[in-house]
């Protein structure tokens, strides 16, 4: 079985920071692509940034320059650093990894979502 726990989710005041964090645990035998998505109310969910197991990165247009997602390969852990916070950026965001286990190939697995509020 597989667990995707996402922390650092909260309140901030526009222009402020926030480090979001995404363990990945089970019996893993690889973690591929990871990456980080939203989903404001009344919205769809879309994707933030995103980061495969050799580094390579892709920004939605909206966060480029704010955001940066890196991630620990030692660790199975993602982290998205979110600086200069603007309202709209309020949203649920959920972790998605591309985890393959010792006995099956990979499959899309996501976290429960951590809350992220701006406020104006």
């Known amino acids: 079985q597989v667990q995707l726990v996402e922390s650092g989710g909260g309140l901030v005041q526009a222009g402020g920071s926030l480090r979001l964090s995404c363990a990945v645990s089970?019996?893993?035998?690889?973690?591929?692509?990871m990456g980080w998505y939203r989903q404001a109310p009344g919205k769809q969910r879309e994707l933030v940034a995103s980061?495969?197991?050799?580094?390579?990165?892709n920004y939605a247009d909206s966060v480029k320059g704010r955001f940066t997602i890196s991630r620990d390969n030692a660790k199975d852990t993602v982290y998205l650093q979110m600086n200069s916070l603007k309202p709209e950026d309020t949203a649920v965001y959920y972790c998605?990894?591309?985890?393959?286990?010792?006995?099956?190939?990979?499959?899309?697995?996501w976290g429960q979502g951590t809350q992220v509020t701006v406020s104006s």
């Open positions: 089970g019996s893993i035998f690889s973690v591929n692509n």
């Open positions: 998605n990894a591309e985890v393959a286990l010792l006995t099956t190939p990979a499959y899309d697995y």
């Open positions: 980061i495969t197991r050799g580094g390579s990165t």
